[in-house]
């Protein structure tokens, strides 16, 4: 079992991946799970701006992702792989320059749906077997260096602009900070709006609503998150958790009602293609193939290499 000590920012979530969502970058969420040996809409971990700690009284395997220092028996493990860990370890995973990371364990945790926050006490169960399973598989489920998303110090997203009215919205944004409730941004130049129709909608996470004078993209909605003036999609939701605090942003205005639907179906691709890493990897391990690493033009990249 593993048990929660202590935790900042950190919700236990399930994202089905629908046109509303619960995560705030889908990419990290479903490779955890996807490391883990879980489907990608399986109930994982997600911490914003924050950290959890764990102690564990049986030997398990955790994925981590996201942009995190990782801590076991305070020893340094890298995210993005599924790691090992001994009975009775303390395990610490928070997040760095105000990003975001999600944990994911094998077929372990039960949740229902959505986003709650998780309090110390909170306890995971261990599948044994399924973890006798993976052990073997350690070497392949790994997301290559060469794939794995890096934070960007400039970020360009897309959004969809809900309301009419006079003025107008900068193109050019610092992120300020994060909060488990939103990303704010500063606007690079006036912010000026005389709204002459709001829309009538929900918030929801990654609705784009102004508070002067910053704009504020939603990961945690509520009723008081109003007006909302524009929607933005999953992929730039992703960009806009993992960069960090200072980032210049900048937003790509579009009345299409496509602007979501677009990254969605780029979203499936690259979620596919992440399925495709671990799978390959895995039917090279078991021919035997040896992992290595190849520096390529001052980059490096790891490939299977079997021999003749």
Not at 300 to 308: D, G, L, Q, S
Request: glycine fraction near 4%; proline fraction near 6%; aromatic fraction near 4%.
């Amino acid at each position: 079992m593993l048990k929660v000590t202590n935790a900042h920012n950190a919700f236990l979530v399930q994202d089905s991946f629908d046109y509303d969502r619960v995560v705030v970058d889908s990419i990290s969420y479903a490779t955890a799970n996807i490391l883990a040996g879980n489907r990608e809409d399986s109930p994982a971990i997600e911490i914003l701006n924050g950290y959890i700690e764990f102690t564990s009284s049986k030997p398990a395997l955790i994925a981590v992702t996201g942009l995190a220092s990782v801590m076991v028996n305070n020893k340094r493990e890298k995210p993005w792989q599924l790691i090992p860990v001994a009975p009775n370890s303390k395990i610490r995973i928070e997040t760095l320059s105000s990003s975001v990371a999600y944990i994911s364990f094998p077929e372990s945790i039960s949740h229902s749906g959505g986003r709650r926050q998780i309090e110390v006490g909170f306890t995971i169960d261990i599948h044994e077997e399924r973890i006798l399973e993976l052990l073997d598989e350690l070497p392949a489920r790994r997301i290559p260096s060469h794939c794995i998303p890096n934070p960007l110090r400039k970020v360009e997203i897309s959004a969809e602009l809900l309301l009419s009215g006079k003025g107008k919205l900068p193109k050019l944004f610092v992120i300020q900070d994060k909060d488990p409730h939103g990303i704010s941004m500063t606007p690079i130049g006036n912010l000026s709006l005389s709204l002459s129709r709001v829309p009538d909608v929900d918030p929801k996470i990654g609705s784009m609503v102004v508070s002067n004078p910053n704009v504020h993209v939603i990961t945690n909605p509520s009723s008081a998150n109003s007006p909302i003036i524009a929607e933005i999609g999953p992929l730039s939701l992703s960009a806009l958790a993992r960069a960090p605090d200072n980032a210049i942003v900048k937003v790509n205005y579009s009345r299409s009602s496509e602007v979501k639907s677009k990254e969605i179906i780029k979203e499936v691709e690259l979620i596919d293609k992440i399925k495709a890493i671990i799978a390959n990897a895995r039917n090279a391990l078991q021919r035997g193939a040896k992992l290595v690493r190849v520096k390529i033009k001052e980059k490096i990249f790891e490939v299977w290499v079997e021999e003749a």
